[in-house]
């Protein structure tokens, strides 16, 4: 029933370490604490990747490591403050893809920020913590740049454009050249712009543009969005898809004599979004269905959306789960039939790519920036705000579940073309060699 199924999928949150957050009395009996996340990571994660990277390294790559002048390349990965939690498994699988050539990485990243998972040593971490006061935010940087400088670094890494800014400037002090990884279409695009050579931007700033050799978007829009921007040559952007782990096969409706269990997560900064996946839920209990739903994340429209639960009369069937990271999200989908996401974003979103790539099928309102979004093929699309067309989709889905396993197989079949951890890896590579020995052969 209702209740056996909901303990079931509240029971893997509970080992994975996920906080609850009840919607009912009822709910808090079925479970009576909060696990603490198990921390630990070693280098066995490298196994993970669907292939590793060392046989998949291209000729080129191969023939020097150490870009011609025999010594090797050092990379540096810098973080903004959002990024290892927003990017934290791509983070993962770039950092173990690298040793794996082997090349030495140096992750610097804000004091503070979650580095569980990253195999510290090797990887070096050096942590910055740069107030906004003048005085102090100079001290700070020339601090960081004295400690990045010691390190011996190639070349820099801006993971996405919230690190553009600080990676410019690190460059800049070490002379090194960076590039800079871009995942949105517009939001961070004036950050974005001072970084490309060439651009209006930057023309007051050539010294500290003029080290960006490349610009790697993480999609086809936002490949095309930078260049339609007209503030970057089209030689600069690269299309570099994320890498993550992949399911073997689909996982959805594996037990016939389980409930269904629906999730749908985001960000709660608007009730409009979730309200309709709400309505969604309460018509499809309507129809009698058996189901239990989850909603994971926070936001300042929690309130709101509770209250909205309590009116559909949800609150049976409803659990309200915190945000959780990508990585943290693929333990809850494994007891998940259906994943939602509800919001509409003009980012890459990795926590939807993570659902996906978990063999869940998968239900989005819109594709926005996310080029592995296809309709019908990789996921089924509903409008933005239709409940009712979104009901009819899940139940598609949970009346046809050869179709369910189908959607997810195929979207599983495309990820592994596109969004391979060692593809990922190996275009890496070999963008960092090929702008590591044209400088070096500039200096030699």
Same mark, same amino acid.
């Given at each position: 029933?209702?209740?056996?199924?909901?303990?079931?999928?509240?029971?893997?949150?509970?080992?994975?370490?996920?906080?609850l957050?009840?919607?009912?009395?009822?709910?808090?009996?079925?479970?009576?604490?909060?696990?603490?996340?198990?921390?630990?990571?070693?280098?066995?994660?490298?196994?993970?990747?669907?292939?590793?990277?060392?046989?998949?390294?291209?000729?080129?790559?191969?023939?020097g490591?150490?870009?011609?002048s025999g010594?090797?390349?050092?990379?540096?990965?810098?973080?903004?403050?959002?990024?290892?939690?927003?990017?934290?498994?791509?983070?993962?699988?770039?950092?173990?893809?690298?040793?794996?050539?082997?090349?030495?990485?140096?992750?610097?990243?804000?004091?503070?920020?979650d580095?569980?998972?990253?195999?510290?040593?090797?990887?070096?971490?050096?942590?910055?913590?740069? +107030?906004?006061?003048?005085?102090?935010?100079?001290?700070?940087?020339?601090?960081?740049?004295?400690?990045?400088?010691?390190?011996?670094?190639?070349l820099?890494?801006?993971?996405?454009?919230?690190?553009?800014?600080?990676?410019?400037t690190l460059?800049?002090?070490?002379?090194?050249?960076?590039?800079?990884?871009?995942?949105?279409?517009?939001?961070?695009?004036?950050?974005?712009?001072?970084?490309?050579?060439?651009?209006?931007?930057?023309?007051?700033?050539? +010294?500290?543009?003029?080290?960006?050799?490349?610009?790697?978007?993480?999609?086809?829009?936002?490949?095309?969005?930078?260049?339609?921007?007209?503030?970057?040559?089209?030689?600069?952007?690269?299309?570099?898809?994320?890498?993550?782990?992949?399911?073997?096969?689909?996982?959805?409706?594996?037990?016939?004599?389980?409930?269904t269990?629906?999730?749908?997560?985001?960000?709660?900064?608007?009730?409009?979004?979730?309200?309709?996946?709400?309505?969604?839920?309460?018509? +499809?209990?309507?129809?009698?269905?058996?189901?239990?739903?989850?909603?994971?994340?926070?936001?300042?429209?929690?309130?709101?959306?509770?209250?909205?639960?309590?009116?559909?009369?949800?609150?049976?069937?409803? +659990?309200?789960?915190?945000?959780?990271?990508?990585?943290?999200?693929?333990?809850?989908?494994?007891?998940?039939?259906?994943?939602?996401?509800?919001?509409?974003?003009?980012?890459?979103?990795?926590?939807?790519?993570?659902?996906?790539?978990?063999?869940?099928?998968t239900?989005?309102?819109?594709?926005?920036?996310?080029?592995?979004?296809?309709?019908?093929?990789?996921?089924?699309?509903?409008?933005?705000?239709?409940?009712?067309?979104?009901?009819?989709?899940?139940?598609?889905?949970?009346?046809?579940?050869?179709?369910a396993?189908?959607?997810?197989?195929?979207?599983?079949?495309?990820?592994?073309?596109?969004?391979?951890?060692?593809?990922?890896?190996?275009?890496?590579?070999?963008?960092?060699?090929?702008?590591?020995?044209?400088k070096?052969?500039?200096?030699?």
């Amino acid at each position: 029933d209702s209740f056996s199924a909901g303990r079931q999928v509240q029971e893997t949150c509970l080992r994975k370490g996920f906080r609850l957050r009840f919607a009912s009395p009822r709910q808090v009996g079925m479970a009576s604490k909060t696990c603490t996340p198990c921390r630990h990571f070693s280098l066995q994660y490298g196994r993970h990747m669907s292939s590793r990277p060392t046989n998949n390294t291209s000729a080129s790559t191969e023939k020097g490591l150490s870009s011609g002048s025999g010594k090797p390349v050092h990379v540096s990965l810098v973080a903004g403050p959002d990024t290892l939690r927003n990017l934290g498994p791509v983070v993962r699988h770039v950092i173990v893809g690298l040793l794996d050539q082997p090349l030495p990485v140096t992750l610097v990243c804000p004091l503070g920020a979650d580095i569980d998972g990253i195999p510290a040593p090797p990887v070096q971490v050096i942590r910055y913590d740069i +107030t906004r006061l003048p005085f102090f935010r100079s001290r700070a940087i020339e601090s960081l740049v004295r400690q990045v400088d010691q390190c011996g670094i190639s070349l820099l890494h801006a993971l996405d454009a919230d690190a553009a800014s600080l990676t410019r400037t690190l460059a800049a002090g070490i002379d090194v050249d960076y590039v800079v990884g871009a995942y949105s279409l517009h939001a961070n695009l004036q950050k974005l712009e001072k970084t490309l050579p060439g651009s209006k931007a930057s023309r007051g700033d050539q +010294t500290d543009s003029a080290n960006c050799r490349a610009i790697l978007a993480a999609s086809e829009p936002v490949r095309q969005g930078l260049l339609n921007s007209r503030s970057v040559e089209a030689g600069t952007v690269h299309l570099l898809r994320p890498g993550v782990h992949l399911a073997g096969r689909a996982t959805c409706f594996l037990n016939p004599d389980h409930v269904t269990a629906i999730i749908a997560a985001g960000e709660f900064d608007s009730a409009g979004s979730f309200s309709t996946v709400l309505k969604a839920f309460a018509k +499809t209990l309507a129809d009698r269905r058996e189901c239990v739903f989850f909603l994971v994340g926070n936001g300042r429209a929690e309130r709101p959306l509770r209250r909205l639960a309590d009116k559909l009369d949800l609150t049976r069937d409803l +659990t309200f789960v915190d945000r959780q990271k990508p990585d943290e999200l693929k333990g809850l989908l494994k007891a998940a039939d259906i994943f939602i996401a509800p919001v509409p974003s003009d980012r890459v979103e990795i926590e939807l790519l993570s659902a996906m790539a978990g063999g869940v099928p998968t239900l989005a309102a819109g594709a926005g920036a996310s080029d592995f979004i296809i309709p019908d093929k990789t996921a089924l699309i509903y409008a933005a705000g239709d409940a009712g067309e979104l009901a009819a989709k899940l139940a598609a889905l949970m009346d046809n579940h050869p179709a369910a396993g189908e959607l997810a197989e195929s979207a599983l079949a495309h990820l592994r073309e596109n969004h391979s951890p060692s593809k990922m890896v190996t275009q890496l590579v070999d963008l960092y060699q090929s702008i590591v020995g044209k400088k070096r052969q500039a200096q030699a």
